[in-house]
């Protein structure tokens, strides 16, 4: 019934529009909303007068041999599409109404849906052989479909399975992944080696597996999370004022190994005996009494606990200035009114620039890259500046920048 | 691809043919073969004898014992490289005039002997074990960290270096530390450790009469030694491209006599002298503060209130830093050691002095009379037009609107003369 | 092979005059496939390995020249002290690009382009495996290098050297776009390397002529199947490397971010596992090429063939574990400086075995020294002598005074022009009839070896000296003061070799000249017979050049050097030998035509390899300018891979006989 020509304007009609649409919600500039809706309706205008007019293209309204050949005369198969079209249409009204996220589902539905729903209806114009129709629709689909709904699917079972494992405890998840890793590869064996399954078995198991992974996790997703410790990082120390404590805090057991092999760095180890010691590549100048650090340098300096407690090393930079104390108060503030964190752990205000390590094991290392901007001679060096020091000891380390 | 099978429809055709000879000859290239021989070997000898005398970076010139060991090293695989080369040079020749096309018949179709093909694998395998061995030893040997008598520190960035003496028992004793550019004093004989760093990208600290080169990483630290034989000025440049002025990112290691060394330490560390009331210097010193001191240190510079003046260049340069002016005039090279402070007419005597003498040279620094006034110049007018930098304002968008390098201050002349006679001040 | 699903003819009965109703077979696709068999269509829709073969050698050609002129400039800029030609920054960007085009945009698609043309045709199959994505493995190339290339007007050219070290290639320290250009172009080529070598591999191992196994195979086919394997594994690190230096750069993560924790020696170590492979698959393919030269022009077969392949293969893997040798000044440890220094060493075993190979070879033969010869003795020599300053730098502490100075760029342009390029320029007069239909020029093509010869040994010798003498690398300019003194002075070879590369640029115009000549409207020069060299394999056996379906019937392979037994009987007794001609080469062709296979299918021409190479660039675009660039250039790759997994692989009624009709080498294909 439509003509090329109307074809083309109608589509580029409605392309200006979902261009308007798409430009107002990123851009949301109004000229150039206006002048996509412009252009959606003059070419509107155009295509009515164009499907009045037929291309003005008489044997175009020669549509009797299309018309009458087989393909034409076959009347429509049944179709779920055009439903389905209906309750994405239906989910996009409701989803205006009540949440972003359901509206957005619609959309995808009547996407989907009318996609479907246009191939299919191309595919029966392709000859009056239903099966050869069939078989058109599915050249032309399936290459879309298969990995679409392959990732969709594998997306829901990926994620039913990440619930599963959020809500068992730890030791727990490592029990599940490998007995289920053990099932799935029995299961498969099983088949592999038995030539004659029967097709409904395989989908049966397949499907009761999909089934359970996805009931379970959707029960666990409902039930919630086990508890997560949040550890504290370095960076979060500072800003609490745990540097200059000894305090435990979160601490990650682990730390001290995620120095991988760094080589070529400085290295303050925590003797057995609570003495700072500092080691350089190549020999440590004999007659020297603090440590010498580049300024300016993003130095690498890894921190080794040979002591026998868990232990932080803290550099101190300076003191902090007032305006610097209110500003890191104030986002304390708006932290804990925000987020869920307990408003009852006490931290002291800080008051010094530092920089330290998370607590270290006995026996582990960790990293920490200091960059060091003022010389010593800086007037910002009091007393406690321009040293290292373990909370919780007397071991210090002074650090000369020249 | 469809394929036939049976390979019976190949037949020869039954009539016999003589076998082939080879009547047509391309071009003879017997007189051409000569030719190219006599030209080798007239190019050999130039090679051998066109080699620049005293090239101030000639690694086959070692000056100490570190880069003299390599060089050992060196003329011994050299000299096997050599004669591999002759040898297969030679048999290549010999193959190409003996068996070129003469009209002989067919050759024979010898696809292999195994046995010479073995033969003559395990012989390059034991020259080249021959070479290992020793290069391993050279290795190890150069690697040694245990016998260092002095540790200096060095830190490159873009596009000069530091140069750092911490406090240690090593170098004579060092009570304070000692901060330069561009030049760094050692003791002659005396087994210096370099330990080098970067501020910002990976540049490569090179002299090579005293050692091979070792890169400076930027969160790594790298020991390199160095010894030099005898007292002398030996000339080096940052080799591992580190950006646009990389050419211009040189240093030299001047070597003297222990007692030259126990007095340059000294002046290093003198007190800070102001100069003169009234003099242009005193005029240089406001205007250094006003103008310099964002990012040049002059150790015991005071301001007008008597507080101490600090350099932030942490401030003002991307890299953090900026060379320490306190002896700027005991140096003889500025701008990472790329221009003269010396006049052309002062220069050799420092630079070509004997080794008896050079120490004594360095150690007079760079007087009034002379100083290479219109490089310096030239320099504080306009530095980014010297020695290309990152300083335009509008580019530094990336680096947090911190110039990478000296930028243009837009000083005066005169501002130029005061600074110039205070700078000349800085002994 | 080739099955065609003919869709159910749909029985209408259509009154005359009226539409047709559309069927099944029509419905197929998107847009109608192309057909053209002449004019430019028929290039730039091709999926003959031939025709994409000479894209990927003209292209290459091009960019030959492009990297020749900066290195004129590089070299202009260093005739004297203190130069004043380019300013830092445009220098920065003119030795960065110069080795960038070289290495990636000259050399590896040029081998590619031999590889593309011969390998079918010595291994007597009519095509490649997956016709479709060697024309995408050609066009991603072609659009890869322009898109690198329009760096130098979009804010200039990348400017952290070829190797681009972090983290001098993070953007404080290189603000500009080019880097990100440099990172983007390379990674586009680098699908184009590695879509070709899975292609090549699946080729060689599948489509072999009846008959030969992999130790019948000529030796070219070998040398550059090794070369693709390393590629398989090669172009993965270093688009891994260049994935996190566009993060780095583009997304503002912090692999190489010193503050952050990181290790600038990572780049290093990523960069060079791939970069140490990345020289072998420079030059294996002209090793493989005059391997295939010096047996012919010696008329004997090449020495020792199963040592030059298993050295070939043994290259290739020893080849993966001496990459810290460009790392000897980085501040590895001694035992890793160690390690890698004997196993630099070890990796010369098999190239020297190569060379021994090559001169017996020619030992006893009987030579004749046409330009290809010339080529590739000049091959020989040449390498040798960058081999031999390789082997100086395999020594640990001699290379930390000689890396990063123009000793090392000497080496490696011996190696590279002395070995990767003289080959490909054997290959070229080699291989030219055969292509093209006639032979270049003897006269010309002997001064085109000499000038060569001459520049290169004057450019790159000198560099020898002045590198030991001192003079570091990636120095916009150089100084008197460090040039010495004396008449033979830095300054004095910096001078010969700036004179040299004009002289070699002399040379190589003149290669130009030659084909200007040999195929000018109006040239004189007659076309060129099947087998012009009395030669030894299987790509001979077919007309020059050859027809659209290369073998008139499959050939079936007895033994190495096919096509030399079956021209040459040996009808010597016992251990004596004597060679007699029974067929002339032509008459080889002709036995083989004469019998040729009835039905004969080729793949056919298609639109999406070049549709989809095109969406490439848009998405690099998008990553420096506008995110939703990617996304459009995105749909446009998924769209056309749709197109290509939607179009069948065979275009209806594409089988035709050859022998039907009367000597045309294709018909139109009939319309889908």
Redesign the interface.
């Known amino acids: 019934m439509f003509t090329t020509g109307s074809k083309i304007l109608i589509g580029s009609s409605v392309l200006a529009t979902v261009a308007a649409i798409v430009y107002g919600i990123s851009q949301g500039e109004a000229i150039g909303i206006v002048g996509l809706i412009s252009a959606a309706i003059a070419l509107a205008l155009l295509a009515g007068f164009n499907v009045w007019a037929r291309d003005s293209n008489l ?1 175009a309204t ?5 018309a ?5 005369i076959e009347p429509p198969g049944a179709s779920i599409w055009p439903m389905v079209f209906g309750v994405g249409a239906t989910t996009v009204l409701l989803g205006l109404v009540t949440q972003q996220s359901i509206f957005t589902i619609g959309v995808v539905i009547l996407i989907a849906a009318g996609a479907q729903w246009m191939v299919q209806a191309w595919a029966e ?5 239903r099966r ?1 129709n069939a ?2 629709r599915d ?2 689909a399936n ?2 479909e298969y990995p679409l709904l392959g990732a969709v699917a594998v997306g829901i079972i990926a994620f039913a399975f990440s619930r599963i494992m959020l809500w068992l405890s730890k030791t727990n998840t490592v029990y599940a992944f490998v007995i289920l890793a053990t099932l799935i590869a029995l299961i498969a064996f099983f088949f592999a080696f038995r030539p004659s399954v029967k097709r409904g078995a395989i989908s049966a198991v397949l499907g009761l597996g999909a089934v359970a992974i996805v009931a379970s996790g959707t029960a666990a997703g409902v039930d919630g999370e086990r508890d997560i410790h949040v550890h504290e990082t370095t960076t979060t120390a500072a800003v609490e004022g745990l540097c200059a404590s000894p305090e435990k805090g979160e601490f990650d057991e682990k730390a001290s190994q995620t120095v991988g092999t ?3 760095t400085y290295t303050i180890t925590l003797t057995a005996s609570d003495e700072l010691e500092f080691d350089v590549p190549g020999p440590v100048e004999v007659g020297a009494v603090a440590m010498v650090l580049p300024r300016s340098n ?1 130095n ?1 300096i890894v921190f080794r606990n040979d002591s026998d407690e868990e232990r932080r090393l803290t550099y101190d930079f300076r003191a902090l200035t007032e305006d610097e104390i209110i500003e890191i108060e104030a986002a304390k503030e708006d932290e804990s009114h925000g987020g869920e964190g307990e408003s009852d752990e006490e931290h002291s205000t800080v008051e010094r620039f530092q920089q330290c390590t998370t607590l270290i094991e006995p026996g582990g290392a960790q ?1 920490m ?1 200091l ?1 060091i901007a003022e010389p010593s001679i800086s007037p910002s060096n009091d007393d406690e500046a321009f040293r290292f020091f373990v909370p919780g000891t007397d071991a210090e380390l002074e650090v000369m920048v020249p | ?5 049976a ?1 019976s ?2 037949q ?2 039954t009539t ?5 000879n ?1 009547t047509t ?3 003879s ?1 017997t007189p051409r073969a000569r030719i190219a021989r006599l030209s080798a070997v007239a ?1 050999l000898a ?2 051998v ?12 010139q070692p000056a100490g014992s570190n ?1 003299r ?2 060089n050992d ?2 003329i011994w ?2 000299s096997i ?2 004669i ?2 002759v040898a ?2 030679s ?2 020749g010999f ?2 005039w003996k ?3 003469r009209g ?11 046995a ?2 073995i033969g ?2 395990i012989l ?2 034991l020259i ?1 074990i021959g ?2 061995i020793p ?2 030893g ?3 040997d ?2 040694k960290t245990d016998d260092t008598e002095c540790i200096i520190n060095v830190t490159g960035q ?1 596009w000069w270096w530091e140069v750092d003496y911490p406090v240690q028992d090593g170098c004579g004793g060092i009570e304070e530390p000692i901060v330069t550019s561009g030049q760094m004093v050692i003791e002659a004989g005396s087994k210096v450790l370099v330990r080098g760093t970067s501020r ?3 540049h ?1 600290w ?1 002299i ?1 009469r005293l ?5 400076m ?4 630290i ?1 020991t390199v030694r160095l010894e030099a034989d005898e007292p002398g000025i030996y ?1 080096g ?11 211009n990112m040189r240093m030299e290691v001047i070597a003297m006599e222990p007692d030259d060394f126990a007095a340059w330490k000294a002046n290093q560390l003198e007190a800070y002298a102001s100069p003169d009331e009234g003099t242009l210097a005193a005029e240089g010193e406001a205007t250094f503060i006003t103008q310099c001191s964002r990012c040049h240190q002059v150790d015991g510079l005071t301001d007008s209130g008597g507080e101490l003046v600090v350099a932030r260049p942490d401030q003002n340069v ?1 890299s953090g830093a900026a060379p320490n002016l306190t002896n700027f005039m005991t140096r003889n090279t500025f701008a990472g050691a790329t221009w003269n402070l010396l006049s052309n007419e002062c220069w050799p005597d420092v630079w070509e002095a004997d080794s008896s003498e050079v120490g004594a040279a360095y150690l007079e620094g760079v007087s009034d009379s002379c100083l290479n006034e219109v490089e310096l110049r030239e320099w504080l007018r306009n530095a980014p037009a010297k020695k ?1 930098m ?1 300083t335009d304002p509008e ?1 530094l ?3 947090d609107g911190l110039p ?1 390098g000296m930028p243009y201050l837009a000083l005066s002349e005169d501002q130029i003369d005061q600074l110039i006679a205070y700078l000349l001040e800085r002994k | ?1 080739a099955i065609i699903e003919r ?2 003819e ?1 029985p ?1 009965a ?2 005359a005059g ?7 077979a029509t ?2 696709g998107y847009l109608r496939r192309p057909v053209e068999t002449t004019g430019w269509r028929s290039w730039a829709f091709t999926v003959d390995h031939k025709k994409i073969g000479i894209m990927y050698g003209a292209v290459a050609m091009f960019f030959f020249i492009i990297g020749g002129l900066e290195a004129g400039l590089i070299r202009l800029q260093l005739a004297g002290p203190d130069g004043t030609i380019l ?3 445009k220098y ?1 960007q003119m030795f960065t690009m110069h080795a960038t085009t070289m290495v990636f945009l000259f050399v590896m698609p040029m081998a590619a382009a031999f590889a593309n043309y011969f390998i079918p045709l010595q291994i007597g ?2 095509d490649v495996a997956f016709p479709r994505l060697n024309a995408l493995s050609l066009w991603v190339f072609v659009f890869g290098g322009v898109f690198l290339n329009t760096s130098w007007f979009l804010g200039g050219g990348a400017d ?2 070829w190797f681009m ?1 972090a ?2 290639s993070s ?5 500009t776009n080019g880097v990100d250009f440099w990172a983007l172009g390379l990674q586009i080529t680098g699908i184009a390397s590695l879509v070709g070598a899975i292609n090549l591999i699946v080729t060689v191992l599948n ?1 072999r002529a ?1 008959g030969m196994s992999m130790m019948k195979m000529p030796i070219f086919t070998w040398m550059a199947f090794v070369v693709q394997m390393l590629l398989l594994f090669a172009i993965p690190v270093i688009t891994v490397a260049l994935f996190l230096l566009m993060f780095q750069r583009s997304f503002g993560a912090t692999f190489f971010s ?8 990572l780049w290093q170590h990523l960069f060079w596992i791939f970069g140490h492979p990345e020289v072998y698959i420079l030059v294996l393919p002209s090793f493989g090429i005059i391997s295939e030269v010096l047996p012919v022009f ?4 090449l ?5 030059v392949v298993f050295s070939g293969a043994a290259i290739g893997f020893v080849g993966w574990g001496v990459w810290a040798h460009h790392m000897f ?3 590895l ?2 035992v890793s ?2 390690v890698f ?2 196993a630099t ?2 990796i ?2 098999p190239t ?2 190569k ?3 090559w ?2 070879t ?9 330009t290809a010869m010339l080529f590739a ?1 000049g091959l ?2 040449q390498f ?2 960058g081999g ?2 390789g ?2 730098h ?12 123009y000793y090392i760029v000497a080496h490696f342009h011996y190696v590279i022009f002395g070995g990767a390029v003289l080959g490909l320029f054997s290959g070229f007069y080699y291989w030219w009839p055969k292509i093209f239909g006639k032979l270049l020029s ?1 006269g010309w093509g ?1 001064w085109n070896f000499w000038l060569m010869i001459a520049g290169m ?1 004057l450019t790159f ?1 000198p560099m ?2 002045i590198g ?11 100084t008197e ?10 300054g ?2 910096n001078l010969v070799a700036t004179i040299g590369t004009f002289i070699l640029a002399v040379g190589v115009l003149l290669f130009l000249v030659n084909i200007w000549i040999t195929h000018r409207p109006g040239s004189k020069t007659p076309p060129a017979p099947a087998d012009p060299w009395d030669a030894r394999s299987l790509e001979w056996i077919t007309s020059s050049p050859p027809k659209e379906y290369n073998f008139a ?2 050939p ?1 392979v ?1 033994e190495l050097d096919e096509f030399f037994h ?1 021209k ?3 009808v010597g007794e016992g251990d004596s ?7 002339t080469g032509e ?1 080889v062709i002709q ?1 083989e035509e004469d ?1 040729a ?1 009835p ?3 080729l793949p056919a021409p298609s639109y999406w390899p070049m549709v989809l190479a095109f969406s490439l660039p848009i998405m690099a675009y998008g990553v420096i300018y506008n995110t939703l660039l990617i996304v459009a250039g995105g749909a446009i790759a998924v769209m056309a891979m ?1 197109g290509w ?2 179009e069948p692989a065979d275009a209806e009624q594409s089988d035709y006989d050859p022998t039907d009709d009367g000597g045309e080498t294709s018909k139109e294909l009939a319309n889908v």
């Not at chain 2, 050692?211 to 890169?215: L, Y």
Request: hydrophobic share 40%; aromatic share 8%.
């Open positions: 044997s020669d549509t009797t041999g299309i009458t050949s087989d393909a034409a114009s392709a000859s009056s052989d050869v078989d058109v050249r032309v290459p879309l760094k080589s070529s993003p690498n990293l890259t960059l | 691809m469809i394929v036939r099978s390979t429809d190949l020869p055709p016999k043919m003589q076998a082939v080879s000859t391309v071009n290239v190019m130039a090679v004898a066109g080699c620049a005398q005293d090239a101030p970076q000639d690694t086959w880069a060991q390599i090293l060196d695989v050299f490289a050599g591999v080369g297969v040079f048999v290549l193959a190409v068996y070129r096309d002989q018949p067919i050759p024979e179709q010898t696809h292999g002997k195994p010479l093909e003559l694998t390059p395998a080249l070479i290992a290069t391993v050279t290795i190890m150069l690697n873009q910002d990208v990976i490569s090179w090579p050692n091979g080169k070792r890169d990483v930027p969160g790594r790298h000339a440049q940052c080799t591992e491209f580190c950006g646009l002025s990389h050419a991307w290309p990152y580019s968008e990336e680096t990478r | 092979m869709p159910a749909t209408d259509r009154p009226t539409a047709q109703a559309p069927t099944a419905n197929y300013s830092a920054d920065n199959a009519r952290g050297g070290y983290p001098n953007v404080p320290f290189s603000p489509m009846p010193v503050e952050a924790g990181a290790d600038p020696l010696s008329k004997k077969p020495f020792g063939y199963p040592f000044a980085s501040g440890g001694p400086v160690a220094s004997v060493m070890a010369a075993v020297g075995v060379i021994i190979n001169t017996l020619m030992w006893g033969g009987k030579l004749k020294f046409t003795v020989i020599v040798t002598i031999l300053s082997v100086t395999a020594v640990a502490p001699s290379d930390t005074q000689q890396t990063d100075t003897e002997k040994n010798g020898h000296i030991l003498q001192g003079q570091p690398r990636r120095m916009y300019v150089w003061f460090r040039a010495g003194e004396g008449f033979f002075n830095l004095f070879w019937r499959t079936q007895s079956r040459y009987e040996d030998h004597e060679y007699v001609q029974r067929m008459e036995h019998n296979d039905n004969i299918h749709f997994a939607l």
